[in-house]
């Protein structure tokens, strides 16, 4: 199916990274949920009740990304030459050298402003910045990424949109597939004609829109998968 393929397009979420170390949001144990109230840390409400707490978590896990490198499903993802649309914030598939990336849940490696006035600058993510304000218009800064309840950023959701409406062959990599409207990709594409390809460790929620469904980690998976793409 993946060789025949003209147009495949993946679509990436947090165990995509589990194998660079990077936790996962929704795994039991493992997972960053299992330890933290999700709107107090990832939410405008949860901000606005106390910055530095959620500040001091994006720096834990920004100096967890600066350590990180990419594993071999970043790599076999990003010798493809496709567009990746993932929800994850961190930067390994850019540094695994994938060229189209398409990122709806925002960058960890921004900071931008809180009240949307247009400044963002990037942050040294091994070395994290303290509390600071915006030099435009001095609202708070805040990591420019998607926080539950915001909106995500409409040109790169529209990409993402029309490359799930185009694609053939979406290989879905890590994803618990809960959050939408991201989630929804997986059955645009479906509902496009294309056909749809999970990697993932266990059932998720986008398992019945599966035409193939793998179980084992895309560390393992992905390099197998794609190397019948690599040798068409
Ligand atoms: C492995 C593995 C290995 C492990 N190999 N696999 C419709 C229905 C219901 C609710 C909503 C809806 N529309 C909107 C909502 C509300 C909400 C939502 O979806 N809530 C649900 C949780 C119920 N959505 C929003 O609020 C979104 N905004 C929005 O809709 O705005 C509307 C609006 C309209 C008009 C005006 C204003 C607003 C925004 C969502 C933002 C999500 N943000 C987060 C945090 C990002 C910042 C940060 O990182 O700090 O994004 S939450 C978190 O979940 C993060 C992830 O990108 C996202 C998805 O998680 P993911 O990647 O799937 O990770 P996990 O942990 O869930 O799953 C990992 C998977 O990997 C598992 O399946 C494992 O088995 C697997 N795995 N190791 C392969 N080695």
């Not at 707490?53 to 350590?67: D, F, K, T």
């Not at 790169?156 to 409406?165: D, G, L």
């Not at 989630?183 to 019945?208: F, H």
Request: some cysteine.
């Amino acid at each position: 199916m993946l060789a025949r393929a003209q147009r495949p397009v993946s679509f990436s979420g947090a165990g995509l990274s589990a194998e660079s170390g990077v936790s996962t949001f929704r795994d039991a144990q493992t997972g960053m949920w299992a330890k933290y109230d999700p709107v107090a840390l990832a939410s405008p409400q949860g901000f606005a009740a106390d910055p530095a707490m959620v500040l001091e978590w994006y720096a834990h896990r920004r100096r967890g990304i600066a350590q990180a490198e990419p594993n071999a499903g970043h790599n076999a993802l990003a010798g493809m030459d496709w567009t990746h649309i993932t929800q994850n914030v961190d930067d390994l598939l850019h540094r695994a050298g994938a060229k189209r990336v398409l990122q709806l849940h925002g960058s960890i490696k921004i900071d931008r402003c809180h009240h949307e006035c247009g400044f963002e600058q990037d942050v040294e993510l091994a070395n994290p910045p303290p509390m600071g304000s915006c030099p435009a218009c001095s609202a708070p800064l805040r990591p420019g990424v998607v926080w539950f309840g915001e909106q995500l950023p409409i040109d790169i959701w529209s990409e993402a949109e029309a490359a799930c409406r185009e694609c053939d062959v979406l290989v879905v990599v890590g994803t618990s597939a809960v959050v939408y409207p991201a989630a929804g990709l997986i059955t645009i594409a479906r509902e496009s004609g294309a056909k749809v390809i999970i990697i993932n460790t266990q059932p998720s929620d986008a398992s019945a829109l599966a035409d193939i469904e793998l179980f084992g980690t895309s560390g393992t998976v992905l390099p197998k998968l794609l190397a019948a793409k690599r040798s068409d």
